[in-house]
């Protein structure tokens, strides 16, 4: 902790990381600061805690979290009128401590509302490219099956079983010399965010096991993905699919959308 001959640079270090100061404090506090190894290693502290959070790139914050921002800093300034001390109240107090006390406060407040909001800018990038990420894995995906379809429809070996379940309709499209399943499926209606077409292979003992997922992402008429086995597809006597939690889960749970036996 700093003794009482450099706290009130101590108190300016937060203010000088973030380019408040003037230049004739700025100009103090290196002075103090070529001397002062306690001081020193505070500026480092508050060095590396601003640059991990500045890499976040330059954006327009919510107009809820400017507003709130603004009212904060705000409420935070002294009113323009000095306060009147009571009759009996001592008056050794020298007037530059009471002003160094209300510039600590202002500087401390200014210091913490800047690091929430680059704390907040922060989160709301990694949100944001995390969803950017699982979006371009799922085309990723779609453009992987779609290109496997077209090669089973010009392979001449290649059995098509049809799927008719209601509005659902479509293909079943197997290469059985290959072991490779693919399926497309028409009108299949779009889910909520927390819910996931699962795809099953149902074996001879009648046990299913997790072949993948469907995406219904409402683009296009029609959705498409491949089956992935964990054994030759002749081990297995049929395929279903159902409405399961995103993410799937280990046994089927939910709606049966079709199910198509081999």
Known sequence: MPDEICTRYFEDIPAYVLGAMDEAESAALRQHLSSCQSCQAELQTYKTLSQGLLFVPPQKPPASQRDALRASLMGGRPSGRLPVAPSNFPLSIPKSSSQSRWKSHLTWGAAISAFITLLILNIMTFTTLQSI????????????????????????????????????????????????????????????????????????????????????????????????????LSNYRGIGVTIEPVGGSPKPTGERIFRIDF
């Not at 290649?158 to 509005?167: D, H, K, M, P």
Request: charged share 15%.
């Open 133 to 232: 990420q699982d979006e371009q894995q799922a085309l990723r995906a779609q453009i992987a099956a779609n290109q496997t379809i077209i090669s089973m429809l010009a392979y001449p070996g290649v059995e098509r079983l049809a799927i008719n379940s209601g509005t659902v309709s479509g293909s079943l499209l197997i290469d059985w010399d290959r072991s490779i399943a693919t399926i497309i499926a028409w009108n299949l209606p779009v889910l909520p965010s927390d819910q996931t077409y699962q795809i099953w292979l149902i074996d001879e003992q009648d046990q299913r096991i997790s072949g993948g997922f469907i995406t219904a992402n409402g683009g296009t008429p029609y959705s498409s993905a491949a089956i992935i086995a964990p054994k030759e």
